[in-house]
């Protein structure tokens, strides 16, 4: 398992710093916009090849609709996506100063992350759920994508305006909208104490940590429907003036 860890993590470091090298030759960019469009441009890879490989081998149905979480299936193909994904948040972790905005909230989430993903395909707990959790990583493909753009000086064409509209919709689509079925599969089933999670005190943490991604993505979706309607009235009170 810590081979996929460690694949993911040197592959993040390695493409980032060859990815660094291709925007510095942009003449336009400055040392540190071309840092974070390299940073981004990672973190968008990441975000597409988890969310598809998680799309594939998640029983969304049942965790969804049917209200069975599965806590003890072992998903195909698991412990390599959830090993190199988890290497990845360890490479975002290490070059937090590429990040445009720093947020604690964000690395705890990678810290917690990384030791879920890691445990899960160790112990097989949850592989199902966190599934879930990595196809939640397409919004992030169009939140990755706006960032890059933006560090290229790119924050008013079509491209820009579309990435931002997707961010919200996917937003909503994969992280808002499925929480109410989450909880009721969590709360059918909550995985807590040594019945449900096994004997091993890694599971049983994550247990606890499950209900997790619930509350963070109905935080985030309070956050963002904050932003979206002040941008909202700003750009109504743009063009009323304009109008004048």
Not at 31 to 37: G, T
């Amino acid at each position: 398992m810590l081979w996929f860890v460690a694949t993911g993590a040197v592959a993040s470091f390695a493409t980032h710093q060859a990815l660094r090298r291709t925007f510095a030759l942009r003449r336009s960019l400055s040392p540190r916009q071309s840092d974070i469009a390299a940073h981004s441009a990672v973190c968008l890879a990441h975000n597409v090849a988890a969310a598809a490989a998680a799309a594939y081998i998640t029983p969304l149905r049942a965790l969804l609709l049917d209200g069975d979480a599965r806590w003890h299936d072992i998903l195909p193909g698991f412990a390599p996506l959830a090993g190199m994904s988890a290497g990845f948040f360890l490479f975002d972790l290490a070059t937090i100063r590429h990040w445009v905005v720093f947020s604690p909230l964000m690395v705890a989430h990678h810290a917690v992350a990384a030791f879920c993903w890691t445990m899960s395909a160790s112990v097989g707990f949850a592989q199902p759920w966190i599934g879930y959790c990595m196809l939640t990583e397409l919004s992030s493909t169009f939140l990755s994508s706006r960032t890059l753009l933006t560090a290229i000086g790119d924050t008013r064409s079509a491209a820009y305006r579309a990435v931002s509209v997707a961010f919200l919709l996917s937003f909503l689509a994969v992280r808002t909208v499925p929480i109410p079925l989450l909880a009721r599969t969590w709360l059918r089933e909550p995985p807590i104490g040594t019945a449900a999670c096994g004997p091993l005190r890694a599971a049983q943490w994550m247990g606890w940590m499950s209900a997790l991604p619930l509350l963070l993505n109905a935080f985030w979706t309070v956050g963002i429907t904050r932003k979206a309607l002040a941008e909202l009235r700003a750009a109504l009170a743009t063009n009323a003036r304009t109008a004048d």
